[in-house]
RNA sequence: GGCCGAGUGGCGGAAUUGGUAUACGCGCUAGACUCAAAAUCUGGUGCCCUCUGGGCUUAUGGGUUCGAGUCCCAUCUCGGCUACCA
């Protein structure tokens, strides 16, 4: 009797792929060499971020996904290719460096190993001579270059913003790095800081990126939640004159402008440049301690007090629509970063503007008629227009459009589009991130560091914590700083990027990621991009629009053929611990994987286990007996196969093995890898059951791959059977006898047993149907109707 | 507040096009093997009853249909994302 050892198996196979480098990728020419038939499949993951902890079972699940599919088309005989890589810019390598003094690049190699170490346990099939970094200079050269790209062709500039700074700690400060709006290190409240920064021009694509989504072959959540960042809203810029000053004017942005009538004061943002122009002197010191105030004021004091607050600037306005004079407030509900930064208040149709206008008591005009059953203070629905001069009646959305014209006309307003969705700001004050290419002259000018002198290295420092100035730990590495450009001395930016730049492409270096000529190999590119499945569990916004943005730029520069980066998006759930809730060190309720693998059960099992767990796109919670049910199946598939104690003739589980080669294979083009696995066990149950012949164990082993390789790759080689995927006989479905369900009135009665010919045969369904015994009982004198349906297998009489 | 998703046994879940609800796994339980235990194997396992049979059951209440977990309407509960976007 053997036994199942699946450390040993494992570390066999391990090194097996190891030596044969088994999962190599063939290249777009050696492909094109070997055939026309062979079709490519490019799958990926989304790359983890190398942290100290090593994998967790988070990961697991997410690569098992990938490699159960990269698999599955390898044994269908594509040209698979599977990559590998690190996202390893980021904060976490930044704070260990300043808590510990070891140099975050030392850090970032010591992780990858470790990482690596631990995906080649789990016996991914990962081509490993396409690992990338994003963190080598090999790699970020090219994000460079991308960088370059967009500021050449104006997508890449700088703005005046705001930045998290803490006074006594004299830095800028990462959003994680506010804590309920003091310093994480500190713990002083902290302010914000008017700083030159980088940005993407991401709002120049803002329509086509939100036009294609429908597109997508993505999760409907995360298309949603693209559509809804983006947020496109159609509506009218209008311009409110300023009451006694014939060349002031303030522009509103409304979606709205039906209710025009209805605006009985402005109120602008904080921000609002026209504030210092039109404040009186009386009001003059209560306005710009309010903008302050309001400026300094954290996001998460904004979002906990939702009560409304502002000032009277003491200037008025004229609403052209009444020609009546209106106050013009100020109050920080009102976004400097949306619209015009300034809003036409409508409090008869505006909760917001509803509230402000309660609290500081300004009049409420009615300018759409509201429902009768409506009960709301407020309405913001449509309807007839009222209080509205030689608009009344009209219906708003039809008054939209007319007045719309009107201002047109006028010449004091126009329709617009805005968004939501900002431009993407880049510039981060760290010291771990692809340095800019930028150089600035001695008037401050920015200058693109030439292609040729690419890489910016990443210079090593002695201390990695940002300056008092607010600038990076970049700027304590003086002799870098200086560089000369067509001859002139200038000083390197020391701004570093986000991180998420440096994945915006990195789907693209897979295909060539050692080309020193170009980011990507124009010829490979052709061949393998898109990526067909791409899989992770996190970025639903951010990571997923940035690749589509520059997926789209890069398009548009001709470097790219395709517009969109993702032709299938697998969104995969979390792993919870046993009770429910997240997985965290605090708690102590970490689940390691290499934990998992060392106790005996070994990465088959794990693996399985994970797919096995619940539907991928769905949480689920760890259950240390569970696992333990898969470990079963495992030893049951490898006893059936190695301590076998009775072989049958080929043709008795005929029909359970074409249905179960069928149901995997169906399972894994709609991503039903719980489902494929349940299969699997009720097939093993059956061939406990009837014995098993060879072909059921090779097609068992076959099929059992993607999700066990291991353990298969064992079976198969004792079985003298190579890996290609199983093809099934759609007429070795059917048995030769069926059961066909009997209901009567919708309830089940009686279950009959029919010789396969003479299932369509529906008079001789009914004819066997009635004759039941128990159906008889039911069914008193002739049947009302009867619905015979052969491919349901099932009879319906109506009595 | 807005948007999205989900509610099925003791538990995780299955039912893919409206057609046998509860596949598969866990747990529990009985038996075989064993001096014994573990492991393994075989069977049972939604709930209720007047138990060779029958009734009820997919959060709740209605509706459409020969037939509803699935479609429609209303209500409740939970989870996620987002958050003063004019």
Known sequence: MKKYDPIKIEEKWQKIWDETEAFKAKTSKEAKADGENVQKMFLAEMFPYPSGAGLHVGHVRNFSIVDAMARFYTQQRLNVLRPFGYDTFGLPAENYAIKTGISPEVATKQNIDNFRKQAKRLGFAIDWSREINTSDPKYYKWTQWCFLKLFEKGLAYQKESYQWWCPVDQTVLANEQVENGHCWRCGTEVEKKKMKQWFFKITAYADELLDEVDSLDWPEKIKVAQKNWIGRSEGAEISFKVDNDDNQFIKVFTTRP??????????????????AKIMTENAKEKVLDYCKEAIKKSEIERQENKEKTGVFTGAYAINPATGKQIPIWVSDYVLMGYGEGAIMAVPAHDERDFDFANKFDLPVIEVIEKPEDETEKCYHGEGKLINSDRFNGVESADARDGIIKWLEDAGIGKSRVTYKMRDWLISRQRYWGCPIPIAYDKDGNPHAIPEDQLP???PEVEDYKPDSTGRSALAKAKDWLKVTIDGEEMTRETDTLDGYACSSWYLWRYVSPDCETAAWDPEEIKYWAPTDVYCGGDHAVAHLLYVRFWCKFFADLGYLPFREPVKRLLYNGYINAPDGKKMSKSKGNVIDPLDVINSGYGADTLRTYELFIGPYNEDAAWSTKAIGGVYRFLNRCYNLVFNPENTVDEKVNIVARNKTAKKVTEDFHRAGFNTA???????????????????DLVVLAK????????????????LKSD????????????ADVVEVVVQVNGKLRAKIQVPAEELNDTDKLTALALAEENVKKYVEGEPKRVIALPKAKLVNIVA
């Open 258 to 275: 039906d209710t025009i009538f209805g605006a009985t004061f402005l109120v602008l943002a904080p921000e609002h440049p026209m504030i």
């Open 456 to 458: 910016v290295i990443h």
């Open 677 to 695: 696995v349940a299969a699997l066990m009720e097939f093993v149950n059956e061939l406990y059951k009837n014995g098993a012949s060879e072909a």
């Open 703 to 718: 099929l059992l791959k993607p999700f066990a390789p291991h353990l298969a790759s064992e079976m198969l080689e004792e």
């Open 723 to 734: 890996d290609e995927w199983p093809t099934w006989d759609e007429k070795a479905l059917v």
